[in-house]
């Protein structure tokens, strides 16, 4: 059983950068996908990027291609979301998420299992 835990949201104004984190536990990550995923009100749940924790291939919503990184520290067993150039409309509820396959899903279908969520609220 995978468990998540993310961290580092916040109130920023716009224009200004964010970093979360999400901190698995349990079984080995390996073979384990890492995802975020982010929800606004009334909007329907929206993937990010995600990345393979064994290769460290990643993917990206075009949406936030330019503007968000995310990244994997091994020794740490961290998963982070760098968030630049922040937009008022990046504001939502954050989450990560764990899956196995396919390679580089970006359907929170194939994500068995989720982080509570953090929320990040940009100010304009």
């Known amino acids: 059983q995978v468990q998540l835990a993310e961290s580092g949201g916040g109130l920023v104004q716009a224009g200004t950068s964010l970093r979360l984190s999400c901190q698995p536990s349990g079984p080995t990550l390996s073979g384990y996908l890492m995802g975020w995923f982010r929800q606004a009100p009334g909007k329907a749940r929206e993937f990010l990027a995600t990345?393979?924790?064994?290769?460290?291939?990643?993917a990206y919503a075009d949406s936030v291609k330019d503007r968000f990184s995310i990244s994997r520290d091994n020794v740490k067993n961290l998963v982070y979301l760098q968030m630049n150039h922040l937009k008022a409309e990046d504001t939502a509820i954050y989450y990560c998420?764990?899956?196995?396959?396919?390679?580089?899903?970006?359907?929170?279908?194939?994500?068995?299992?989720w982080g509570q969520g953090t929320q990040v609220t940009v100010s304009s």
């Open positions: 998420a764990a899956g196995v396959t396919p390679y580089l899903s970006r359907l929170s279908s194939n994500y068995g299992y």
């Open positions: 990345i393979s924790w064994s290769d460290g291939g990643t």
